[in-house]
């Protein structure tokens, strides 16, 4: 597992900015798909009005949110699935919402999903679903295990990473307000971009 998700001393929002860049993948019958993370949502946990686990609320449904940091948590909103990766502890139930990705491998197996091409493939998360086919099958699984993981050999820099309003959190006070969301600056699969894209698509190098 990636170490930022095993270190206790990071918040949320600084797990949020560590998964810009990194690839998540999607092994299956029908082949691999990958992308790089370009734009994330902290969500964090009981005090967090636009959280699923607010006020501790714990369902079935939910059970995800509550185990270890590194889980997959993938929930189903009208016809999308919607994948979070868990970011503490069962005492506190916080997670990251992945809200896009670059493509990076099975570009063909995207646009057979998603009968689009572009950037239309992968700027949303339910697009980002559908194009990788993740499904509530990989709800409460590891996000450093087969089918459905985060690779820990490759990672992009972001140049410069922005702050922005969560999308879709209406009527939650402060919540609503807070800067809570993360993006890779210029780059075009960003969902509800603006400006211009960059040339280099706001990445400024490669790990491996």
Known sequence: MLSFLKDPTLTTEQVAKELLGCLLVKEDEIGITSGWIVETEAYVGVQDEACHSYNGKRTPR??????????????????HHMVNIVTRTSDEPQAVLIRAIEPYEG??????????????????????????????????????????????????????????????????????????????????????????PMNDHGWEAMIH
């Open 62 to 79: 939910l059970e995800s949110m509550y185990k270890k940091a590194g889980t997959l948590y993938v929930y189903q909103m009208h016809t």
């Open 107 to 196: 570009v063909s197996i995207f646009e057979e999903h998603r009968k689009r091409k572009g950037i239309e493939l992968t700027n949303g998360p339910g697009k980002l679903t559908k194009a990788m086919g993740i499904t509530m099958e990989d709800n409460g699984t590891e996000s450093d295990k087969y089918p459905l993981y985060i690779a820990s050999q490759k990672k992009r820099v972001p140049n410069l990473i922005q702050k922005s309003k969560r999308i879709g959190i209406p009527n939650k006070g402060h919540w609503t307000d807070a800067l809570l969301r993360y993006s890779v600056e210029g780059n075009p699969y960003v969902s509800r971009r603006k400006g211009k």
